[in-house]
C-alpha cells in the first residue's frame, strides 16, 4: 500500500534558525515527490518537487528538499526562518505509474520572532 | 490557486439538502481532483478524473458523486447520504502526466 508519513504533527523553530520537516514515504518503484504549503483557508500552494536527477531539489521562497532513496525521505529545508514561514506543510507522493497523489497528515510550522 | 477557481468559498447547507461545489481550470489540464480536508486533517480524495467523461472512485467517496462533461469543469455534488459533510472541499487539477498537481482556493462547506 502507498503511504505517506509526516511523523511531527508540529515543529517550532525560532526566527533565523534552519528548520527541517520530515517526510517519508512507502511507494513502489521511483515515485514523483513533492511539498505544498497551505495557510489559514486557503488551497495549498506548490513549493517544489523532485522528478529525477540531483537529490537536493530547490523551490520557492528559499525553501529546499533532499530527497534521500534509501531511507525512502524527502525532508524540507530552509537555512533561515521567517515568521511568515509559518504554515501547514504537506508532503506528498505520486507513483510514477500511476496519476494518484498520495499526501502525509501535515506539519504545523510555527517560526517564533 | 492561479487557474484554478471553486465557487463558492463558503456554503451553507441544511441536513437532506444535496449542495452542488464548482471547480473550473483553465490551464487545459486533462485531470482533475476532489480532496475533503478536516480541521487539523490531512487531504482525503474523494474522486478523480482523468480524462473528459471518466472518473474514479477515491478512498472516501460514499455520500458524493462528481460528473465531467466537460475538460475545464469537474463539479462535486455533495449529497443527502454523506454523514458528515462539514468540512473543507478541495479541487485540483494536473497534466495527464501527473508532473504536479495545482489547487484552487476550497470551499468551505457547513451543514446548520
Known amino acids: 500500500a502507498q503511504s505517506v508519513a509526516q511523523p511531527e504533527d508540529q515543529v517550532n523553530v525560532a526566527e533565523g534558525n534552519p528548520l527541517t520537516v520530515k517526510c517519508t514515504y512507502s511507494?513502489?518503484?521511483?515515485?514523483?515527490l513533492f511539498w505544498y504549503v497551505q495557510y489559514p483557508n486557503r488551497g495549498l500552494q506548490f513549493l517544489l518537487k523532485y522528478i529525477t536527477g540531483d537529490n537536493l531539489v530547490k523551490g520557492s521562497y528559499g525553501f529546499e528538499a533532499e530527497f534521500n532513496k534509501s531511507q525512502t525521505s524527502f525532508h524540507l529545508k530552509k537555512p533561515s526562518a521567517l515568521v511568515s514561514d509559518s504554515a501547514l506543510y504537506f508532503c506528498a507522493v505520486r507513483p510514477y505509474n500511476f496519476n494518484k497523489f498520495y499526501f502525509g497528515s501535515g506539519t504545523k510550522l510555527n517560526v517564533k520572532p | 490557486d492561479g487557474g484554478i477557481t471553486q465557487s463558492p468559498k463558503y456554503l451553507f447547507r441544511k441536513e437532506g439538502q444535496n449542495v452542488t461545489l464548482s471547480c473550473e481550470q483553465n490551464l487545459n489540464h486533462d485531470a482533475m481532483y476532489w480532496y475533503r480536508q478536516d480541521p487539523g486533517q490531512g487531504l482525503r480524495l474523494i474522486y478523480y478524473s482523468q480524462i473528459v467523461n471518466d472518473f474514479q472512485k477515491g478512498d472516501i467517496a460514499e455520500g458524493y458523486s462528481v460528473s465531467r462533461e466537460k475538460k475545464e469543469s469537474f463539479p462535486l455534488t455533495v449529497t443527502s447520504a454523506q454523514k458528515n459533510p462539514t468540512a473543507f472541499y478541495l479541487c485540483?487539477?494536473?497534466?495527464?502526466?501527473?508532473?504536479?498537481?495545482?489547487f484552487g482556493p476550497g470551499t468551505r462547506l457547513t451543514v446548520l
Open positions: 485540483a487539477s494536473s497534466t495527464y502526466q501527473g508532473d504536479t498537481q495545482y
Open positions: 511507494v513502489s518503484g521511483n515515485p514523483y
